[in-house]
């Protein structure tokens, strides 16, 4: 805490040289496990992100729940459309305070490019209980490559604050 | 006993210059002296403001109690998340900043006016602040105030006033140091201590620039200046200031631990290089941590994400694993000399329990490091981040560093303070023994209860979980934990708060005549005795069980690490 002795560059002994190899070879498998995650492994962070505006996401939500919508549901009391899209094709989700609209009904292990954007404010795509969670932002539209790996009824929980609803921001994705 | 000279100018017969402090034999600057006790009571009246909104919240999130209505939760949550993590944070380091720039150095505050200026900024920003959250529902915006939330142009005013503040008291504290060399105060190197402060303070300047890319755009804009600013630039302007600041607090708790450990066991440090290297690595990689908040943005690229979250190859990840072993070890070395060698771990068995910077010390250490620091980089890797963004792992992770950490270390110094520089005795000394096991322990299940809360899907920032329908039962047993662990807490906390102004308020005015506060009559050889460079060298003291524990933690974090990679593989297929 005070004055330190004049020469202390000194050489580390042992026990430290020993600790900083070791510490610094777990930071450098570390950073390794990333990238050999990024071309092994099945789940990764989606990059594919492309510029929209509000307006232009809602047309595009509009024509897509137009297209392929098979019934409706209510959730807290609002009804919400539900939407089958075939496999392989570009899903919409669109994020406001306080809806996740529309309801998806997807198919077990078939792939899907959903996307992601808001009306709005932040909010947080959420999928319970698988546990997958991705940031909403508006203005971007974020493409989220996805295939179920499990069937049932899943929710859609908004993480990120959006002012005093934001509990209530509860969504659905149903996989046959 | 010479009569005491007050501390502040207005008392009869205060002394403008310096006094000198007979335990440090150092001189105390009583321009300094003020301000570090104008800093470090606006640091403990904010902590008390968050902490009181601590308990509400805390209370509604376990969902036995559900306390406050919804508005009131997310009101108090955005107050709690500015008194603690802003304002309590940086009056403490600026305290911090004022001593480690003067008295380690045996020098004088070289700019007291300007000083003062900032401390006037910060208190009247950091005022205002609370004021307009609690009273303006436009300011519901949580602490981070993402845009396009838009609060009244006050809110981000108060920021910014708080942040200017802040950057002039930092700014004296390089005047100081450029002075005192320049009047030759101290020789050769600045005591590893005030090294750390510098650390800090050089992070914090750029951490409070990059603030103002974020918050000066927004307050524009929220008086209609600019009609819009892109969200995801403001996240990562935000995070810039948002996540650097815990670096500031993270140098200045390190700092603060090799002082307590020189409080109370009287370390040297085993290798100031060593150390100093460990600081070094902070300061060239820490910045890229704003990474850590958009791991799960759009628009940003892989590789992006991983070396920036990776602080390029996790070099700032090793420089704290040096301090992991370099802090430990140097207590061992300081403990062993003075006698306790038995077995691996019998310095430990004898080390001063009851005194509350050497429990404050070791509880900060272990809650930062095994719990705070193993999933702090756990939730930095690219892909597992998927699992945890926004979940309440995340709130689960910094409140075991930036609460149990630093604020158990901070509160552990403050002990010291109060008769170093308050120059009181400190009172309730039995409710000090205890308030840092305390304090840690509600912190500690507080934090595994978020974890394990979040592990399970719940979300932070979420007034009723339950609502979605989705949580498992099990939550309601994990909430509870957190909810216990946050009401022993506040008992510790209100126990630090009761000591300090109970101290403060009512203790008769003394010089200080020894370091330690409460286990020094029992424990005559930890009173400092002067570690010789024979003692330092020798075989016999060498830190061997610190070396086992920093092993044993490297395990504990393998096994954590690999669960997630594990756990992330059973997710849906997503790229």
């Known amino acids: 805490m005070l004055a330190p002795e004049q020469n202390w560059w000194k050489p580390m002994d042992r026990l430290e040289k020993t600790w900083l190899t070791v510490a610094l070879v777990w930071c450098i498998f570390l950073t390794i496990m990333m990238p050999l995650w990024y071309f092994q492994g099945k789940q990764n962070v989606p990059t594919e992100t492309y510029r929209t505006t509000p307006q232009q996401y809602a047309v595009t939500v509009n024509e897509f729940v137009a297209k392929y919508q098979i019934g409706e549901e209510s959730i807290n009391g609002i009804p919400f459309p539900v939407v089958a899209p075939p496999a392989g094709s570009d899903v919409y989700i669109r994020a406001s305070a306080w809806q996740w609209y529309p309801i998806l009904q997807l198919e077990k292990g078939k792939e899907y490019r959903l996307h992601l954007s808001s009306m709005d404010y932040n909010h947080g795509f959420s999928l319970q209980p698988v546990n997958i969670n991705l940031q909403v932002l508006p203005g971007y539209d974020y493409v989220a490559t996805i295939t179920p790996t499990s069937s049932g009824d899943f929710t859609i929980v908004c993480n990120e604050y959006c002012y005093l609803g934001h509990h209530t921001m509860v969504g659905k994705i149903i996989v046959k | ?575």
Not at chain 2, 132 to 140: Q, Y
Not at chain 2, 286 to 292: D, E, F, K, S, V
């Open chain 2, 1 to 575: 006993m010479a009569t005491l000279a007050p501390t502040f100018p207005w008392v009869k017969g205060a002394k403008d210059d310096y006094r000198t402090c007979p335990v440090l034999t150092l001189k105390v600057d009583m321009h300094a002296e003020r301000l570090i006790i104008a800093n470090a009571v606006m640091a403990v009246l904010t902590l008390t403001i968050g902490g009181i909104a601590a308990l509400l919240i805390a209370l509604t999130r376990w969902q036995t109690f559900h306390l406050l209505d919804a508005t009131w939760f997310y009101r108090l949550l955005t107050l709690h998340g500015i008194d603690m993590l802003i304002a309590w944070m940086v009056f403490f380091e600026i305290a911090g900043l004022h001593f480690g720039s003067t008295v380690l150095l045996n020098a004088r505050h070289a700019a007291p006016k300007l000083a003062w200026l900032g401390f006037i900024l910060m208190t009247i920003g950091g005022l205002t602040a609370n004021v307009v959250v609690l009273f303006d529902p436009r300011n519901t915006v949580a602490y981070t105030a993402y845009m396009p939330l838009k609060a009244s142009p006050v809110f981000y005013l108060s920021y910014i006033l708080f942040a200017v503040g802040a950057l002039i008291a930092v700014a004296t504290f390089f005047i100081n140091i450029v002075v005192a060399k320049r009047e030759k105060r101290f020789e050769g190197s600045m005591p590893l201590v005030a090294f750390g402060f510098m650390t800090a303070a050089i992070l914090a300047t750029y951490t409070l620039l990059q603030g103002a890319a974020a918050i000066v755009p927004a307050f524009l804009w929220s008086m209609g200046v600019i009609s819009s600013f892109d969200p995801g630039i403001y996240r990562n302007f935000f995070w810039g200031f948002g996540h650097p600041a815990q670096q500031v607090n993270l140098a200045a708790m390190i700092s603060i631990w090799y002082s307590l450990a020189q409080i109370t066991v009287g370390i040297r440090p085993v290798n100031e290089k060593f150390s100093r290297l460990a600081f070094v690595l902070y300061l060239f990689f820490i910045n890229l941590g704003a990474a850590h908040h958009l791991l799960g943005d759009p628009g940003l690229s892989f590789a992006w994400k991983a070396v920036n979250t990776s602080y390029a190859m996790y070099l700032a990840v090793l420089g704290s694993m040096m301090h992991a072993f370099s802090i430990p070890a140097a207590m061992e070395v300081a403990l062993r000399a003075k006698g306790y060698r038995k077995g691996l771990f019998g310095w430990l068995r004898n080390a001063p329990w009851k005194e509350p910077g050497f429990s404050a010390l070791v509880i900060s250490i272990v809650i930062f490091g095994w719990v705070g620091g193993v999933t702090g980089v756990v939730i930095g890797t690219e892909q597992i981040n998927m699992l945890v963004h926004n979940t309440m792992r995340l709130p689960g992770h910094f409140h075991a560093t930036v609460v149990s950490g630093t604020t158990t270390a901070f509160m552990g110094l403050t002990y010291y303070l109060i008769p170093l520089i308050f120059r009181k005795e400190l009172k309730l000394k039995k409710w000090a023994v205890w308030q840092p096991y305390v304090f840690g322990g509600g912190m500690l299940l507080l934090s595994l209860g978020m974890i394990t809360s979040g592990l399970q899907g719940v979300s932070r920032r979420n007034w009723d979980i339950t609502f979605a329908g989705v949580v498992p039962g099990t939550v309601e047993l994990t909430l509870a934990i957190f909810g216990i662990g946050a009401i022993l807490a506040v008992i510790g906390g209100i126990m630090f708060v009761t000591v300090v102004f109970v101290s403060v308020l009512t203790g008769p005015r003394t010089e200080a005549n020894r370091l330690l506060l409460v286990s020094g009559d029992g424990n005559p050889v930890l009173e400092s005795t002067k570690l010789t460079d024979h003692m330092m060298e020798d075989k016999q003291n060498q830190p061997r069980g610190a070396f086992v524990l920093v092993f044993a933690f490297l395990v504990w974090f393998a096994v954590y690490y690999f669960t997630n990679w594990w756990l992330l593989g059973r997710t849906w297929f997503i790229r």
